[in-house]
C-alpha cells in the first residue's frame, strides 16, 4: 500500500471513528450464483478525519457506505463505528446521497427542521435552528419556498443544512455533487469544505471525482476493479484551511498528488472498462 507525504488533519472530538474489517459482501444474482461485490475490505477513518473512497463504476464504493450506515449487512467481516459493532441503522449518522432526499410538500425550513424534531426537539427550537442553518448555508429568505422552486444547487444547500443540523458525529456523503454542473458543484465543494472545518464531523465520501477527492479530503482510499478491495490508501497533505476549491487545483502541490494518485486508479479503471467492454450485450 502507498502514501504521498502524510500530514493529515487532527482529529476532532466531535467526531466518531469508523474501522472496517475484513469487509466482504455477496449477493445473489437472478440466476441463483452468487456475486462477490466487496473482498475482505480493511481501512479506518479516525475521528473528524474526512476520508474519501474513488474506484471505478462497480467496485462497492456505495456497498461499503451503506454498511457503515447499518443500512445492509456484511456477508462477512465487521463494521465499527465509535467502537461498537454496526448492528443496524447507525446513530449520530447523517446522509447526503446524489438525489435530494427531500420532501417536495415540505417547505425548505420544515425540511430542515425535520432532523431535530425527530431527535425530539420543540418546533420553536427547531425552527430556530433551522432558520440559522440556513443562513449559514446562504439560503435565508428561501424558508418559505418549495424544493421545486429551487435550482440544482439550492437544493443541495438545503440537503447539506439538513444533513448538518443535528451537529452528527458521522457525515456519509455517496456522490452528493455528482449531478451539478462544474462552476456550482466547486462552489458547493468550497461550502462544505468551510462547514466541516467548524464542525469536523468524520466524513466518509464516496466520488468518482479524484479532482473532488484530492480537494476534500484528509485521506484518499483507491478500490479495485470488483470485487472491490483496498488497493491503497493515500495522505493528502494539502494545508487547511484550503479555501476555494477552484483555486486549489491550480496549486503545484494539488497537482503532483492528483498525478501520484491516478497512477493507481487508471489501472482499476482501465481493468473495469475491459471487464464491461467484455460482458455480451
Known sequence: MSSTTTRSASAHPSGARIAVTGLTKRFLTPSGSAFTALRDVTFSVEPGQFCAIVGPTGCGKSTTLGMVAGLDRASAGSVEVG?????????????????????????????????????HTSKKDAAAKARDWLRRVGLAGFEDHYTHQLSGGMRKRVAMAAALINEPAILLMDEPFGALDVQTKAIMQTELIGLWEELRPTVLFITHDLDEAVALADRVIVMTAGPGAVKASYDIDLPRPRGAVQELRYDQRFLEIQHHIWQSLKDEVERAYARDAAVPA
Request: charged content about 10%; glycine content about 10%.
Open 83 to 119: 467502537g461498537h459493532e454496526v448492528q443496524g441503522v447507525t446513530r449520530g449518522v447523517s446522509f447526503m446521497f446524489q438525489a435530494d432526499a427531500l420532501l417536495p410538500w415540505k417547505t425548505v425550513l420544515h425540511n430542515v427542521m425535520l432532523g431535530p424534531i425527530l431527535n
